[in-house]
């Protein structure tokens, strides 16, 4: 008896768990582990900490994976207005960190609430474009463009571009899935450009100074251009195969800056070389095509909205760091997914994990 009683708790644990998106989460997130214990050799409470962020991470997307599409879709709308409310409160009340007021207290808890939007962004416009599935005109697309653009504009004014783009990113897949014409994003395309010098000068100086530094690194090479010049050394530095684990001489004589968040990939290159970085990227497609394979068999428009959007998200964390980290995109502070050190974004991606999860075993229960 107490045998098929623990046989059936297992099953009940075990029921929500898309194993295929499991081992390749679990190959990412111990490589991953294996390269923070080089970065933060020097800080073992940082990897004590690593360690409890991957727990809590991990239970928060068994959490997700046990809710239905059907209850994410009902709370589509309830999260997009609390994160809206969220941001409008921390541009009123928010602390100011840095410069930026990014972080609002309420009481004993402190939120970031540009973060919510990362999942609640996708979840409102999948909603949207799920209740008019049946006859999609081009002013839903108008809408939904407007609903992206009010949190977006707010989290541009706190200033935190790295969450802007992940979340315009987030919002632009749901709306190019669900079928905006070619020629709309055309346009798009050029009055971007048309726009730029607009855009350069509502820029920060601070944002001003990052892309004039990634255009010319070595005219500050101790100041501005220190960060990008120290990551392509270490990155070119690994050759093919890398210096060998705990051996990068860039990391571990002081000579590269955020070596554990921000510009993780470049230990990671000069340790592990072409062939470490390769590894990484095969996760990486592995993960992503695992996402869009279950976005592809969704059972409703909503998920496979959703699903869709979440899934090239990782594939926009990865590039945006991947490019910084190697000098050919600004430094805007977005981390590598699964692998920068970070409770915030860490548990955020594994929430989108369990969203997959989720997309996958409603599919299966409309199967049966």
């Known amino acids: 008896m107490l045998n098929e009683n623990l046989i059936g708790l297992v099953r009940r644990v075990l029921a929500p768990i898309d194993f295929p998106l499991l081992w390749i989460l679990g190959a990412l997130l111990g490589y991953a582990f294996v390269v923070q214990l080089s970065a933060s050799n020097d800080a073992p409470a940082r990897i004590n900490s690593h360690i409890l962020n991957l727990c809590v991470a991990l239970a928060v ?50 939120v970031q609430p540009s973060e919510i939007m990362k999942i609640a962004m996708p979840m409102m416009l999948a909603w949207y474009f799920h209740q008019r599935e049946e006859a999609l005109r081009v002013r839903d697309y108008l809408v939904a463009g407007v609903l992206l653009i ?67 690194p070595e005219a500050d090479p101790l100041g501005k251009g220190f960060h990008i010049i120290q990551s392509t050394i270490a990155v070119g530095s690994g050759g093919i195969f890398g210096k060998g684990w705990l051996n990068g001489t860039q990391a571990h004589l002081e000579f590269l800056p955020e070596r554990h968040t ?8 000069e340790e592990f070389g072409l062939l470490g970085i390769s590894v990484l990227i095969v996760l990486y497609a592995l993960l992503i095509g695992r996402g869009l394979l279950i976005a592809s068999s969704a059972s409703t428009m909503f998920s496979r909205l959703l699903a869709g959007s979440i899934t090239l998200t990782f594939f926009t964390y990865a590039f945006v760091n991947m490019g910084m980290v190697t000098g050919i995109l600004p430094v ?19 929430l989108g994990v369990g969203i997959l999860m989720s997309v ?6 409309v199967q049966t």
């Open 61 to 110: 997307m068994w959490l997700i994976a046990n809710v239905s599409p059907t209850r994410l879709l009902n709370l589509a709308v309830p999260l997009y207005v609390v994160g809206v409310l969220l941001l409008v409160a921390t541009a009123l009340f928010g602390d100011i960190s840095k410069g930026a007021r990014r972080w609002l207290s309420l009481g004993m808890l402190r």
């Open 262 to 269: 921000d510009f993780v990939l470049a230990v990671l290159s």
């Open 332 to 350: 805007v502070g977005v981390p590598l997914p699964f692998v920068s050190y970070g409770g915030t974004a860490l548990v955020t991606l594994s």
């Open 150 to 216: 009010i949190p977006v504009a707010l989290i541009v004014r706190q200033p935190d571009l790295g969450t802007a783009i992940l979340v315009i990113a987030a919002g632009f897949y749901v709306i190019f899935f669900a079928g905006l014409p070619w020629k709309f994003i055309l346009g798009m395309v050029a009055a971007a450009a048309a726009a730029a010098p607009f855009a350069w000068s509502m820029l920060h100086d601070y944002q001003r100074q990052r892309i004039l530094t990634l255009i010319d």
């Open 360 to 365: 996958q075993r409603g599919r299966q229960f």
